[in-house]
């Protein structure tokens, strides 16, 4: 890069830092004057295993009873701090456990403070291994900044930033060949599994043995190692749990379907009765899970992996805006495709798609037409790169079968 490159790119660092300490020194504040985070229950979470408690961190009542013991002393007076049940599976508590050894303010500021550490680095990273140009690194410095997800993803201290990190990496492994490291970052990101699982669904269909064998044998030895944290009761208990929240009401602080991204979110508004929303959901997940299986069966591509990204935020049955986070991983592998290969109107349409997500906080309504005209927006998004994505994976075949022609010493059938 130029001098002149690298100022420009500081600049933009330097714009996209000073909106993330805007979150913190303003938006933060104001929420916690009336309410506390997610974070605070994967603190709390942590600090249960701290203190022993581990194998009480999927019990509802013990969790509400430490929150009681702990929230005065953490929030105001005036604050109404909400009680949520820790979910997530037992391998994030090997992150949680350690922020939990440090005092909640301080903890809250070290996890905002790697989660921007990412933000920033990440599109450096991944623009110097894709070789992306200037305004290519401009965009994947900026987009996230401005990106309604990411900020309610620092704001609420949720994990998404950390897992759209390591799919970028597992991209970057993949695109060098290294399948079995792609499988072990794969199985770090499975914090969230409903984010995971139809990615390895692209990988079998890629037939990458290598990689969703090292998937695997990473993912038991990290539930073997977390259940000395939790023990095999509560690791047992967890999906049972689980099925219990799904049953919660939003007066419970149980989830909210309609406030929720892709096919459930859009089912709730779409049908009231609930045998026309599973029909919906059953369908539409049908359909993208065999969308994602043509996308990857003759490789896996930037196109491929990230249709993949945005069918898996469209699918999942637990996904909020801020899991939307993932979408920034699609700004870099635009970028690269249009700098190897130009554009085109597949391109075009994706550019268009990722643009309208920035204007989608606008819309009128209120949060239920904003998540969505989010979920169109990544419903429309699939059409292209799964277009883009069938061009290159032929290309790619027909570039196969040529480099056997010229090896073989006669004809080969095609």
Same mark, same amino acid.
């Given at each position: ?33 009336? =309410? ?16 022993? =408690? ?345 570039? =196969? ?14």
């Amino acid at each position: 890069m130029s001098r002149r490159e690298i100022a420009i790119a500081a600049v933009a660092l330097t714009m996209a830092a000073a909106i993330y300490t805007a979150v913190f020194f303003y938006w933060e504040p104001t929420l916690l004057q009336a =309410n506390n985070v997610d974070f605070f229950c994967f603190w709390r979470a942590g600090k249960m295993v701290l203190t022993g =408690n581990g194998s009480q961190v999927y019990n509802f009542d013990e969790e509400r009873k430490f929150d009681e013991r702990i929230a005065p002393q953490i929030f105001p007076l005036e604050a109404n701090p909400y009680s949520l049940p820790f979910l997530f599976t037992p391998p994030s508590l090997l992150l949680f456990a350690p922020l939990a050894a440090l005092p909640y303010r301080q903890a809250e500021v070290v996890r905002f403070a790697a989660n921007v550490a990412i933000l920033l680095l990440l599109p450096i990273w991944l623009g110097r291994k894709l070789h992306l140009p200037t305004n290519g690194l401009i965009a994947c410095i900026l987009f996230p900044a401005l990106l309604l997800g990411v900020t309610i993803a620092l704001l609420q201290g949720q994990p998404s930033i950390l897992i759209a990190a390591l799919l970028g990496a597992v991209f970057l492994a993949l695109d060098r060949g290294r399948d079995v490291t792609a499988g072990i970052l794969l199985a770090l990101a499975a914090i969230k599994p409903q984010l995971i699982l139809p990615m390895a669904l692209a990988f079998i269909a890629a037939r990458k043995w290598k990689l969703i064998a090292s998937f695997l044998a990473t993912g038991v030895g990290l539930v073997l190692l977390s259940s000395a944290l939790v023990g095999w009761r509560a690791l047992a208990a967890l999906p049972a749990t689980i099925i219990s929240y799904a049953h919660w009401s939003r007066a419970q602080d149980g989830e909210v379907p309609m406030h929720m991204l892709g096919l459930r979110g859009l089912s709730v508004h779409l049908f009231r009765s609930a045998s026309g929303q599973t029909v919906f959901l059953a369908a539409g997940t049908l359909a993208c899970l065999t969308i994602i299986w043509f996308a990857n069966r003759r490789g896996i591509n930037a196109s491929a992996y990230g249709l993949t990204l945005v069918a898996t935020i469209v699918i999942a049955y637990h996904c909020y805006i801020h899991d939307a986070t993932l979408i920034i991983l699609l700004v870099p592998l635009l970028c690269s495709e249009i700098s190897a290969k130009g554009w085109n109107s597949n391109r075009i349409a994706v550019a268009v798609g990722l643009v309208t997500l920035l204007l989608a906080p606008n819309v009128p309504g209120g949060l239920s037409s904003m998540v969505t005209c989010y979920s169109l927006i990544l419903i429309a998004l699939l059409f292209p790169l799964y277009k883009e994505s069938r061009q290159e994976g032929s290309v790619a075949a027909r570039a =196969n079968r040529a480099a056997v022609a010229s090896r073989a010493p006669g004809p080969v059938p095609v």
